[in-house]
């Protein structure tokens, strides 16, 4: 269901660091802002297996205009309000096109 | 539904990068692979946005032991004999541990 100009699916795939110690805290809060997305496929919060403090958030949905509008969502805005103070920084932010595979509504 | 001695999800995020102008190839042996695959909760192949012959795939698991097993379907081995030649290397291979999210059929 294309709202935009681009019909195609849109990804990111995001490496987060924490605070020291503060990974867990912030995955709770990534993943309850999840819930109720419109238009969102995939959205998966992962820790590193072998990098203590880093997050990776793994997103896959029907448009890119469906996640510029979720960023605007009360309780992803909450949920970006409450993150802050616990990211350290960003190791990673890509931006793909998913194209299909194994566990998406539409594959 | 835990068959070894880990009950957690298992992840993997990676990074390929096709030979100059196979990407496409490449993704389509990718896809194909995917399906019956057990314990596979999400498999998406995504080109990346900017970078023209980089592949991501990521991966959710019910296991590391599902998606050890999964290795030796006749399927994926195939695919991984014919995806060999259109590899040009591993920009980036992460086990992840998947806490959850959304899309994920037990979250």
Redo the contacts between chains.
């Keep these: 269901p294309a709202t935009g100009g681009d019909a195609s699916?849109y990804?990111l795939?995001g490496k987060l660091r924490a605070q020291p110690g503060r990974r867990e805290a912030l995955?709770a809060i990534?993943?309850e802002a999840?819930?109720a997305?419109p238009g969102?496929?995939?959205?998966?919060?992962?820790?590193?297996?072998?990098d203590a403090d880093a997050l990776?958030v793994?997103e896959?949905w029907d448009s890119a205009d469906s996640h510029q509008a979720s960023l605007q969502l009360p309780q992803v805005r909450q949920a970006i309000a409450r993150a802050r103070p616990l990211i350290a920084g960003f190791d990673a932010h890509?931006?793909?096109?998913?194209?299909?595979?194994?566990?998406?509504?539409q594959s």
Tied chains: 1, 2.
């Design positions: 699916m990804g795939i995955a990534r993943r999840t819930t997305m969102c496929l995939s959205y998966v919060v992962a820790e590193d297996s072998t990776w793994t896959v890509v931006v793909t096109r998913p194209l299909g595979g194994a566990g998406l509504p």
